[in-house]
């Protein structure tokens, strides 16, 4: 034991000084050539004291020192999620629904805007979840279909003056063409083949966005795009039913919010089909699939059309909230974060992605103040998870919960 | 042999890569009967079974399936003609349940009263099966995969099973007991049997009729008995 944890502390040291090595040429090193040790070393030093106390702790709850504090705790914990399994699922889905039902009541702009982009990137991640998560197929080049979806809308607003609810199935319709036009060629290969093609195809989409100056008005965008609008019943002067524009934001969340619902609902379904097995079939084993009787290249490109439709519906909403468009929102940055949340999250785990979102989008706005240390804090929490939950925030259960719901 | 076969290599050619796995190679499997194929690592066993199903596309020559040519036909059509595979190596979908798996090999099936049936059926095959029904496919132990996989198998209705190497990497007791359920599979559903495997001594005693397969092309068909008595065949592939 004592052997062990030398071993450990030398491999800390190590550590310590590894970093040290790193962070002095990112903190210590200015734009006009000085160098300090200050800055650097302060730094440094937090981290030393901060790690030193936490693998302190480890340690001496490995040698069961701790044992006093952690079986109170262990005990509290268990009674919690006992109690919290004992209520039925549906409680917790009531309560997180109505939750998100009253969030504008007590909530400022600001959060609630936030929240709409949490919103839009739940839609996206559950739509890339089908491709990456169920299907198995690395898809770098996501975020063409929300583009595509954003300039349908905005296109069939402008020219036609269509409205947001006409145009959104429109929008589905041309994601999932465009989707079909790019799995035909690429859905042929596997891997890191398919993941590079996907790659080359997203960025295609955004340079034709960029460069079609006619359609698209190039890198000036499109303009003055209207918000989705409804129909609600006046009693002013007799009965009659008058159109009103979403223009406010917490109308326009409960817009994404249903949005949002009908995504999640629609992909619990297919996760839990014959389809759905299917694509997990074919993320196991693609020549046993399809010894098995599956007709492996029409439920791939079912699966990426599916993904594609949702990204669509995502990216319509994103222009009728934003009421501008311009191909710079659907760089591949996008497409590697949406990635991200779905990794970060679980992969086909519906719950999982819902979290990895928030923790994406949510915690960089609490962090704003240190936003400079973003990236940096992005790379260290991805090394994290791949060290601690490798399968994710919440890892699905796949395979038990669709059996054991079947109550067999 | 006044029957028709029911599977018709007739010359058949395939490559592996860019190296050519098959040189022309002719079989015959009747209804009803357990044939093997055996031959050392490499001589094309799996490739043969590959070609059959579509997935190795076939060079030269012609499959015929119950009269039908079927080579040049997708993979994903053949089961539901009762053509199915039981891959090298088992190959089971490891993180489906093994409920999920046993599903998987009804895909293309829609009436649902049957296959909870045949399931049923597979269970009794299998009780160890049903013990861990819930489990992750990946879970089972090497033996108790390859069940899942010949179970997986039955769950379409094969008119034909193709087994490939099901002894593979698996102890002496249970590969007995395997070579069993498939002799019982052939007994009860009259099942065809196309087996293709290294264990010559015990392939041999199953079958009805062998070949032999060496480098691509067949040095050697007769009864299982005859071959297995073969002084050749014992020298090569019984370690005599």
Not at chain 1, 223 to 248: C, M, N, T, V
Not at chain 1, 305 to 328: C, K, L, N, Q, T
Not at chain 2, 93 to 112: C, H, I, S, T, Y
Not at chain 2, 221 to 236: F, S, V
Request: hydrophobic share 50%; net charge positive; glycine share 10%.
């Amino acid at each position: 034991m004592i052997l062990e944890s030398k071993k450990i502390w030398k491999n800390y040291a190590i550590g310590l000084v590894w970093l040290f090595v790193l962070l002095w040429p990112l903190l210590g090193i200015h734009d006009d050539g000085s160098l300090t040790v200050g800055r650097a070393f302060r730094v440094w030093l937090y981290v030393l004291v901060a790690t030193f106390l936490c693998l302190s702790l480890y340690l001496l709850h490995k040698n069961d020192i701790l044992k006093w504090v952690t079986s109170p705790m262990a005990k509290v914990r268990n009674r919690v999620t006992a109690a919290a399994g004992a209520l039925p699922n549906w409680f917790w889905v009531l309560s997180v629904l109505t939750g998100a039902v009253l969030f504008p009541l007590f909530s400022h702009r600001y959060a609630q805007d936030v929240a709409i982009n949490v919103l839009i990137y739940v839609c996206l991640g559950l739509g890339l979840n089908i491709v990456v998560g169920l299907a198995g197929m690395l898809d770098l080049g996501y975020i063409a279909f929300y583009g595509v979806g954003a300039y349908t809308y905005a296109l069939l607003n402008l020219q036609y003056g269509m409205s947001f609810w006409v145009a959104l199935p429109f929008a589905a319709f041309f994601a999932c063409i465009s989707g079909c036009i790019i799995g035909y060629p690429t859905l042929r290969m596997r891997g890191d083949y398919l993941a590079i093609v996907t790659l080359g195809f997203g960025e295609i989409v955004r340079i034709i966005l960029n460069n079609w100056m006619e359609l698209t008005n190039g890198p000036n965008g499109l303009l003055g795009i209207k918000p989705p609008g409804i129909y609600y019943p006046s009693f002013a002067h007799g009965f009659s039913l008058e159109f009103l524009y979403l223009k406010k934001l917490h109308y326009l969340y409960y817009v994404i919010l249903f949005l949002c619902i009908f995504t999640i609902v629609a992909v619990y379904r297919l996760n839990y089909s014959r389809i759905g097995r299917a694509w997990e079939a074919i993320r196991e084993d693609e020549t046993v699939a399809e010894l098995m009787g599956v007709n492996t290249f029409r439920l791939k490109l079912l699966a990426y059309a599916m993904g594609a439709i949702f990204g669509g519906i995502a990216g319509a909403f994103f222009s009728a909230r934003m009421r501008f468009v311009s191909p710079e929102s659907f760089s591949f940055l996008e497409s590697a974060m949406v990635l991200s949340m779905v990794v970060l999250g679980g992969m086909a785990s519906i719950p999982g992605i819902i979290l990895g979102t928030f923790a994406l989008i949510v915690l960089p706005e609490v962090f704003r103040e240190v936003e400079l240390y973003r990236m940096l804090a992005f790379g260290a929490a991805m090394t994290l998870m791949m060290l601690f939950r490798p399968e994710g925030l919440i890892p699905a259960k796949r395979v038990g919960t669709r059996s054991e719901e079947r109550g067999g | 042999m006044v029957d028709q076969p029911i599977l018709e290599l007739k010359n058949v050619s395939s490559n592996y890569g860019n190296i050519r796995a098959l040189k022309g190679i002719s079989l015959k499997v009747f209804p009803g009967e357990i044939v093997t194929i055996i031959g050392a690592n490499g001589a094309g066993k799996t490739t043969t079974l590959m070609t059959i199903c579509g997935i190795v596309p076939l060079r030269e020559g012609e499959i015929f399936y119950m009269g039908e040519p079927i080579h040049g036909r997708a993979a994903e059509t053949l089961p539901p003609l009762g053509l199915c595979q039981v891959p090298e190596g088992r190959r089971i979908f490891p993180r489906l349940a093994v409920e999920d798996n046993l599903e998987m090999g009804a895909f293309f099936r829609k009436d649902q009263d049957e296959i909870q049936k045949d399931m049923e059926i597979v269970y009794s095959l299998f009780p160890v099966l049903k013990d861990r029904r819930k489990q992750h496919g990946g879970t089972l132990s090497g033996g108790e995969q390859q069940m899942l996989a010949i179970g997986r198998a039955l769950m379409s209705r094969p008119k034909v099973l193709l087994l490939d190497e099901p002894s593979l990497g698996l102890a002496p007791l249970i590969v007995r007991k395997i070579f069993e359920i498939i002799d019982d599979i052939n007994k009860k559903n009259r099942t065809t049997i196309l087996l293709v495997e290294q264990n010559a001594n015990l392939a041999l005693q199953t079958a009805e009729r062998g070949y032999v397969l060496e480098t691509g092309s067949i040095v050697m068909e007769d009864d299982a008995k005859i071959l297995l008595n073969d002084p050749r065949i014992r020298k090569a592939y019984l370690g005599e």
